[in-house]
C-alpha cells in the first residue's frame, strides 16, 4: 500500500517534476493550489503527511496548520516557504510542525524529507531489533554464570532499556525479550537467595547500598556541605518509570542516576521505614519498640516514618528540622505545588508521593484499569501519562528555578504477578499476595526464599509467627481454600514485596536545576 500525500502550494504547476518523482518511487500524490482545498481534503481523506506552502493567498499555511491540527492533530506536517525569517520559522515550530523546508526544494530533499518522517520508526525499530539479537547470546551468558550485585545492575538495566526500545517490534521479538526477561529474574532469584543473607552479615562497603543505607550515602553528604536538599520518594517506582520522568525532566535538570537495592520484604511497611531510620526492621523494633508495629493493615504501618527520621538526622550529627509531607490525595500535591518556593527556605525537605503505589493497587482491583493497561507497557504509558499532567511534575518545574539539589528515589519496585504457587500455613499469616509472615509457612522451593530465623535477615516477628516466606520471580501465593477464586483474581496484577529485579533494583537520582 503507498504512502499518501497531499501538496499544498499556490504555485503547484511548477512543481509537476516533483510530483511525477515522487510518483515514480510510489507514492500518491494530491496537489492543491489553497489551504481551504487542503483541509476539506484532509477532512474527508487519510493521508500520511503534508506538505504546506508558508505563503499562500487568501489562507496562509500557518492558518492551513491551525485547521489541520484541529482535524487531524497527529498528521505530519511539512512547512515549506520562501522566507528565512526566525519569527516565521518559529510560529511554525511552536505549532509542532513535523519539518521546515527552505525554497527552491529539490526532489532528492523531499525524498529524505518524507523517509525521515514516515520511515524514522521502521528504521529505528529494525536497527534495534539488529542490536539486541546480535547482543541476545553476550547478555544470556551473563546469567549463567557467577555475577555479582555490580552486574545483576547492568544486566538489569540493560534489559529494561531494551524493553522500551523494542516497544514497537513485532510480537515475536518482543517475547523473546520477554523470556530472556523472565530467565534473568529466575538467575536473580538464585542469586538473592544465595548472597543477600551474606551483605547483612559484611561491612557497609562491602555490599551494596541497601534501603537502610539510602540517605546517609545519597543526602546526607550533601546536608553536610549545607546544600539545600528536597528528597522526593516516589512509592512503588519502578526504573522503567522512572526512565520516562527522566525524559520529561531533561529540559529542567541535569541527572545522575545511581541505584540501590531494596531489603526483603519489598514492601512498604520495610523499606520505607527502613530508609527513613536507617535500620534495618529488626533494630528499629529494638531501638524503638513504640514505632514499630506488625498487622494486616499495611496503611498504618508507616505512621512514625518523620519520627524515625528525625531521630537519624540526630544520630548522624544533623539537624532534625526537616519538613516532611506525604501526599496521598491529589488536592495535597496541589497545595505543595502551589508554594513549592517556600520548601526551599528549610535545609531538608522530604516529600513522599503515594500515587504510583495507589496505581499498582487500583489496576488489581479495577476492570477498566485493567483493559487501560492491559501489559506492562500500557501500564508504564499510563504512569508516563498521569505524571505528565501531575502537581508532582508541577513541583519539579518549580523547584528547577530554585537554587536547590533533588534527589528522587523510591522504596520498592513492583512486578506483573503472572504465576500462582500454593502456600501452606497458619490462617493468621500476613495476607500480602509476594511475601508473608506467620507459623510453619511452606511453598514450593522453587517459588519462594524460606526463611526459618528472621532475625538473621534482620526481621522481626511476634509470636506465634516465626518464619516468612519471600516470593521470586513473577509468583504470587495462594492459599489452598477457595483456590481458584482467588488464583483468578491476582493473576495479571501488579505486586510488591517479592524478590525480582523491578523490586529489589531500585533508582536514586540526584538532580541540579540547569538554570
Known amino acids: 500500500m503507498s504512502n499518501k500525500i497531499i501538496w499544498a502550494d499556490d504555485e503547484i504547476d511548477q512543481l509537476k517534476s516533483h510530483i511525477i518523482f515522487l510518483e515514480s518511487r510510489g507514492f500518491e500524490v494530491t496537489p492543491v493550489t489553497n489551504g481551504e482545498d487542503a483541509v476539506s481534503l484532509i477532512k474527508s481523506n487519510l493521508y500520511d503527511i503534508v506538505f504546506l506552502d508558508e505563503q499562500m493567498p487568501g489562507m496562509d499555511g500557518l492558518a492551513t496548520l491551525e485547521q489541520i491540527q484541529n482535524v487531524r492533530p497527529l498528521l505530519p506536517v511539512v512547512m515549506i516557504t520562501k522566507s528565512e525569517e526566525e519569527s516565521i520559522m518559529e510560529d511554525a515550530i511552536g505549532n509542532k510542525i513535523a519539518d521546515y523546508l527552505i525554497k527552491p526544494v529539490n526532489p532528492n530533499q523531499i525524498l529524505l524529507t518524507i523517509k525521515r518522517i514516515l520511515d524514522k520508526k521502521r528504521i529505528q ?122 525524559g520529561m525532566l531533561d529540559d529542567y535538570f541535569t541527572i545522575n542516576t545511581d541505584f540501590y537495592y531494596s531489603i526483603l520484604p519489598t514492601a512498604t511497611p520495610f523499606s520505607r521505614n527502613s530508609i527513613f531510620s536507617g535500620l534495618f526492621p529488626l533494630e528499629i523494633q529494638r531501638r524503638y519498640p513504640g514505632l514499630w508495629e506488625m498487622g494486616q493493615d499495611e496503611s498504618s504501618l508507616n505512621r512514625h516514618e518523620e519520627e524515625l527520621l528525625k531521630k537519624y538526622l540526630l544520630r548522624s550529627q544533623l539537624s532534625d528540622h526537616v519538613k516532611y509531607e506525604k501526599v496521598i490525595q491529589p488536592e495535597e500535591g496541589n497545595k505543595i505545588a502551589d508554594k513549592m518556593s517556600n520548601y526551599t527556605q528549610s535545609r531538608f525537605t522530604t516529600i513522599i508521593y503515594n500515587f504510583v503505589d495507589t496505581l499498582v493497587h487500583s489496576r488489581s482491583d479495577s476492570e477498566v484499569l485493567k483493559q487501560l493497561a492491559p501489559d506492562v507497557s500500557a501500564f508504564r504509558s499510563l504512569t508516563e501519562t498521569w505524571f505528565q499532567h501531575s502537581s508532582l511534575f508541577r513541583m519539579f518545574k518549580e523547584l528547577a528555578k530554585e537554587d536547590v539539589t533533588v534527589v528522587v528515589s523510591t522504596d520498592h519496585g513492583s512486578v506483573r504477578s503472572m504465576r500462582d504457587t500454593k502456600v501452606f500455613g497458619d490462617k493468621d499469616a500476613a495476607t500480602n499476595l509476594r511475601y508473608k509472615y506467620g507459623r510453619n509457612l511452606k511453598a514450593e522451593d522453587s517459588a519462594a526464599i524460606f526463611i526459618d530465623k528472621p532475625h538473621v535477615y534482620q526481621l522481626p516477628v511476634e509470636p506465634p509467627a516465626n518464619t516468612y516466606i519471600i516470593a521470586k520471580e513473577n509468583y504470587y501465593f495462594v492459599y489452598p481454600n477457595n483456590y481458584k477464586k482467588f488464583q483468578n483474581r491476582y493473576k495479571d496484577t501488579f505486586q510488591h514485596g517479592g524478590a525480582s529485579m523491578e523490586e529489589m533494583i531500585l533508582p536514586v537520582a540526584t538532580l541540579k536545576p540547569r538554570s
Open 125 to 246: 525499530n529494525e536497527k534495534a531489533a539488529q542490536t539486541y539479537l546480535k547482543n541476545f547470546n553476550e547478555l544470556s551468558s551473563k546469567l549463567n554464570k557467577q555475577t555479582d550485585w555490580r552486574e545483576w545492575i547492568e544486566i538489569y538495566k540493560t534489559l529494561t532499556h531494551w524493553e522500551l526500545n523494542l516497544e514497537s517490534s513485532d510480537e515475536a521479538l518482543q517475547q523473546v525479550l520477554q523470556d530472556q526477561f523472565q530467565q534473568a529474574n529466575q538467575a536473580f532469584g538464585k542469586f538473592i537467595r544465595q548472597e543477600y543473607r551474606s551483605w547483612l552479615q559484611r561491612k557497609e562497603d562491602e555490599h551494596p547500598t541497601l534501603s537502610p543505607d539510602l540517605l546517609k550515602r545519597h543526602v546526607f553528604p550533601m546536608l553536610k556541605r549545607n546544600e539545600t536538599v528536597v528528597f522526593f520518594l516516589i512509592d512503588c517506582m519502578r526504573y522503567d518509570q522512572w526512565l520516562l520522568f527522566q
